[in-house]
């Protein structure tokens, strides 16, 4: 069953067409990779599947529910959370603080002024940061930590809304190898443990062909190929985009 | 916004006040209640241009309803106190919803012009409706109850108001909603996509600020026995926004501590000298280019840092 349906939907920026007709069936418990090379629209999908844009024509349903009307504090509350490309947290704030009002978020409590917020969701606030393994930095401001240290804090906001399908945006990226491969391994360990459908982008093919269930091949805003890894790796024309003689 | 050291300089500042009738002249008692009626102004304020990090150029207006409609409750249609104060704080919670709906969708410069242009127009109707207003030349004596009359019980009518006024604000800004408030100021974009609807978080923000806003004005109205014109006007707004950058906007005391300093110095620079305005936009200067935190940002800076 699809969690997430993307029907011939487009994307035009004035004259320019950043996603063409792409159409894209997000299956419940799959870890679904969209790749392709840089400039080819990944960014742009995201954003329109996370509400974050209104596409220019098509239709996205997410869990049954078409995602035109709603904002993305509304398409949070249906199930999903996203990560960004560049780190996007609260920089000034704590890493538990970060955290913390993302679970107050969660809990519909950023409706009540009168519950005092000190030592509110404290445990489950640990809980989390543990569990990216950002427990060390729980008292540090988010905007100190290195870079793999806050995309791993940004993943821990995204899990504070107990999503349903996680969408994480080159998860990896600025990361040294060392990092890339702890951070897929924790990634891969958090979908598995939670049963979260993942859709990521990402530009490490290894780290695709790693966790990947399925994979979509996007290349100047149309999807090209999609399907198992091993499909999508003997697919002639994905062949010729990666290895440019295009 | 809030902290321990913060909770215990209000204890303090609540104290002193109160030993203020027993030691003071009337003279600085009356000064007291004008630096009280000013800092609640400016803690109204501060719910939107510190906690979600809308600064809005027009807040005097609901400070100039609040005032309006006190003065009208009870002196046009005779009603108590505190159902005149409760009247006119509605009416400013009213006025703030429905300007506010229109003024949250919009984001940084366009949301304070669009507070300012609102607030003109509030300034402007106070002249126009003379029938409500008294135009012009203000709505000139106000019926009060009797007690509140005498100076020192005046005081400690205010002092209670904003003593309360302070404790809600305080309970607000430690609260789950004071942190999504601040989330909302840090990053709207982030905030969002954790399921925070930013726009109504603003509006309710913008809604508390203006009921408080009004309540000051209540006071002000009270205390001068009358409400002008002027307290709608954009320059009442632009000193309440210094007062608040001056004491700090991340902080919850910052707004007294600028409040208290720019009154008083107003009141003591007209004792030498009618240019004001050239002192006030000294601090002005000084803020923007020294104190980008404003006094409480100074204070923190002079104390020694103790690192988590």
């Known amino acids: ?246 | 916004m809030t902290s321990r050291p913060q909770l215990i300089f209000l204890l303090v500042m609540f104290a002193l006040l109160a030993v203020l009738p027993f030691v003071g002249s009337r003279y600085f008692v009356e000064l007291a209640v004008q630096v009280m009626i000013f800092s609640l102004f400016a803690l109204s304020l501060n719910v939107l241009a510190g906690h979600v990090g809308a600064v809005s150029f027009g807040h005097a207006a609901f400070f100039a309803i609040g005032g309006y409609a006190c003065a009208f409750f009870l002196t046009r249609w005779g009603w108590p106190l505190p159902l005149a104060m409760a009247g006119a704080v509605v009416v400013s919670a009213a006025a703030s919803f429905i300007i506010g709906i229109l003024c949250v969708r919009l984001n940084a410069i366009y949301f304070s012009m669009l507070t300012l242009a609102f607030s003109m127009l509030v300034w402007a109707i106070a002249i126009k409706w003379k029938p409500v207003t008294g135009g012009d030349d203000g709505f000139v004596g106000i019926t009060m109850p009797q007690a509140l009359t005498d100076p020192t019980n005046f005081f400690w009518f205010t002092y209670a108001v904003f003593a309360a006024s302070a404790a809600a604000l305080w309970v607000l800004s430690a609260s789950a909603m004071g942190r999504a408030f601040v989330a909302v100021r840090e990053n709207a974009v982030r905030a969002s996509f954790l399921g925070i609807d930013t726009k109504r978080m603003r509006l309710i923000a913008f809604v508390i600020a203006g009921a408080f806003a009004g309540l000051a004005g209540c006071l002000l109205a009270m205390y001068v026995r009358g409400m002008y014109p002027t307290t709608a006007f954009w320059t009442q707004s632009g000193q309440v926004i210094i007062m608040v950058l001056l004491g700090g906007v991340h902080s919850f005391v910052g707004p007294i501590l600028g409040a208290t300093t720019l009154y008083l110095l107003e009141t003591t620079t007209h004792q030498y000298t009618e240019y004001w305005p050239i002192v006030m936009g000294l601090i002005l200067m000084v803020i923007v280019l020294v104190l980008p935190d404003g006094l409480v940002g100074l204070i923190k800076r002079l104390r020694p840092q103790r690192r988590a």
Do not use: W
Request: glycine letters at 8%; charged letters at 25%; proline letters at 3%.
């Open chain 1, 1 to 246: 069953m699809a969690i997430l349906e993307v029907g011939n939907v487009s994307k035009r920026f004035g004259n320019f067409t950043a996603i063409k007709g792409v159409s894209l069936n997000v299956e419940a418990g799959a870890t679904h990779a969209i790749i392709g090379p840089n400039g080819a629209g990944k960014t742009t999908l995201f954003n329109l599947v996370s509400g974050l844009t209104p596409p220019s024509e098509g239709e996205i349903r997410f869990r049954d529910r078409r995602l035109a009307r709603m904002r993305p504090h509304d398409i949070v509350k249906v199930g999903m959370a996203r990560s960004f490309q560049k780190v996007n947290i609260f920089p000034r704030k704590t890493a538990a603080e970060n955290v913390q009002v993302a679970l107050i978020a969660n809990s519909g409590m950023n409706y009540n002024f009168f519950r005092s917020a000190r030592r509110l969701f404290h445990d489950e606030t640990m809980e989390l940061l543990a569990l990216v393994k950002c427990a060390d930095d729980a008292d540090r401001r988010a905007g100190e930590l290195a870079h793999g240290r806050q995309k791993q804090l940004e993943l821990a906001v995204a899990l504070a809304a107990d999503p349903k399908l996680l969408l994480l945006d080159e998860p990896t990226a600025g990361m040294s190898i060392a990092e890339t491969k702890a951070s897929i391994e924790l990634i891969k360990d958090i979908v598995a443990k939670r049963g979260l459908t993942l859709l990521f982008t990402e530009h490490d093919m290894n780290v695709v062909f790693e966790i990947a269930s399925t994979i979509s091949v996007l290349h100047h805003g149309e999807i090209i190929a999609s399907g198992l890894p091993h499909e999508v790796r003997e697919n002639d024309d994905v062949k010729r985009i990666y290895l440019g003689k295009d």
